[in-house]
T-cell receptor, first 112, second 108 residues
């Protein structure tokens, strides 16, 4: 069964550093999402992406965040200058439309 | 924006028991999904159910869109059902809002 993959599974970084989280969505899906989940809390929507542009973004998704689909398979989330409060699990999801979203296993980001 | 409330927040069951989890939402929705987050943090999709009833083994779900709620039924619970159950909705755009979840623990 096709699945969404994410790399790395864990990342530790220093405050102020840039990080890039990578996702490979399911190949025939058209809509891509990033979410984050702070430990013990609910899953929060960050951004959705369709047809090579952002469809929606939340208040969390400020100028420090950016997304890109650099080629036909990868979907990336960049955090330019990480803060302590960016420590969370980041999930990528993909979706074909009119069905469930499929989530990747997540990247656990720890900012020190 | 749309509000999503899940109840109960926590639930402890004896193995073999049945349970009903509820998701209320404050506005009309285009999509509604139920997810299970296992103890390792993986989000597993259970149902895509904007309306109607679906069943998958011991799990079933019903969404009454006109009354703005959805129910997830777990029958004959097993220890592997433990984890957090999330309801997630979107209202026609591409912004999916999750509820706070129901944390389920099934005792052997």
């Amino acid at each position: 069964e096709p699945e969404v993959t994410q790399t790395p599974s864990h990342q530790v970084t220093q405050m102020g550093q840039e990080v890039i989280l990578r996702c490979v969505p399911i190949s025939n899906h058209l809509y891509f999402y990033w979410y984050r989940q702070i430990l013990g809390q609910k899953v929060e929507f960050l951004v959705s992406f369709y047809n090579n542009e952002i469809s929606e973004k939340s208040e969390i998704f400020d100028d420090q965040f950016s997304v890109e689909r650099p080629d036909g398979s990868n979907f990336t989330l960049k955090i330019r200058s990480t803060k302590l409060e960016d420590s969370a699990m980041y999930f990528c999801a993909s979706y074909r439309g009119r069905e469930t979203q499929y989530f990747g296993p997540g990247t656990r980001l720890l900012v020190l | 924006g749309i509000q999503v409330e899940q109840s109960p927040p926590d639930l402890i069951l004896q193995e073999g028991a049945n349970s009903t989890l509820r998701c209320n939402f404050s506005d009309s929705v285009n999509n509604l999904q139920w997810f299970h987050q296992n103890p390792w943090g993986q989000l597993i999709n259970l149902f895509y159910i904007p309306s109607g009833t679906k069943q998958n083994g011991r799990l079933s779900a019903t969404t009454v869109a006109t009354e703005r709620y959805s129910l997830l039924y777990i029958s004959s619970s097993q220890t592997t059902d433990s984890g957090v159950y999330f309801c997630a909705v979107d209202t026609g755009g591409f912004k999916t809002i999750f509820g706070a979840g129901t944390r389920l623990f099934v005792k052997a």
